[in-house]
């Protein structure tokens, strides 16, 4: 198998393999353009919890964990280009 490389990132409300993809605003910080997802946690209920993904090799491979449920807001720098030649950061607070 080849190498994949980072392809995206997303969020999901509920887990990855529901297609829940919730769609980023775009917001530019010191000039740079910024995803940002909304993430407050509306009830306790796991179908509500939502998940970080990595997606590799346009979506051949999905990497993804729980956001943690006290995190309001997740986001990452926007990437253009090839991605192995950049640092990309996914940050939740």
């Known amino acids: ?7 995206s990132i997303g969020v999901t409300q509920g887990k990855p393999e529901n ?4 769609k980023p605003e775009t917001k530019k910080v010191n000039g740079e353009n910024w995803s940002v997802w909304e993430t407050e946690r509306v009830s306790d209920k796991e179908t509500d919890r939502y998940w970080g993904s990595c997606i ?36 939740c607070n």
């Open 1 to 7: 198998m080849s190498r994949l490389w980072l392809s």
């Open 19 to 22: 297609l829940m993809d919730l």
């Open 56 to 91: 590799y090799g346009h979506e051949q491979i999905w990497l993804a964990q729980p956001i943690p449920a006290s995190s309001t807001r997740c986001k990452t720098r926007d990437f253009e280009g090839a991605p192995e030649d950049q640092s990309v950061s996914f940050i």
